[in-house]
Nanobody, 123 residues
Framework: QVQLVESGGGLVQAGGSLRLSCAAS????????MGWFRQVPGQERELVAAISSGGTRTYYADSVKGRFTISRDNAKNTVWLQMNSLKAEDTAVYYC????????????????WGQGTQVTVSS
């Protein structure tokens, strides 16, 4: 049982930065991989970044590689997504998700989800 709550979304100008946070409850946080997904209306939910349970392995979608950084602190039960050099096409609802398995791209593989936080990038 894990509950996830995202925060940090908002409105930012193109080229700016934003840092999303995901706070988790429960005592199993250190045993689960974490992912950040995003979704825009009419499109599939897309994995943008993920991190293994111990933080030693990360994944980034090609569209965000070099601009976004995922990190976690298991002692704080928190995962972050640092977003730099934001573009208008980054506008989406961003979701934090937890997976008892390894890093995977399919949303159906994730066991727990946050409520989402809106990120809007103005051009």
């Amino acid at each position: 049982q894990v509950q996830l709550v995202e925060s940090g979304g908002g409105l930012v100008q193109a080229g700016g930065s934003l840092r999303l946070s995901c706070a988790a409850s429960g005592r199993t946080f250190s045993s689960i991989a974490m992912g950040w997904f995003r979704q825009v209306p009419g499109q599939e939910r897309e994995l943008v970044a993920a991190i293994s349970s111990g933080g030693t392995r990360t994944y980034y979608a090609d569209s965000v590689k070099g601009r976004f950084t995922i990190s976690r602190d298991n002692a704080k039960n928190t995962v972050w997504l640092q977003m730099n050099s934001l573009k208008a096409e980054d506008t989406a609802v961003y979701y934090c998700a937890a997976n008892y398995g390894n890093i995977v791209a399919m949303p159906s593989a994730y066991d727990y989800w946050g409520q989402g936080t809106q990120v809007t990038v103005s051009s």
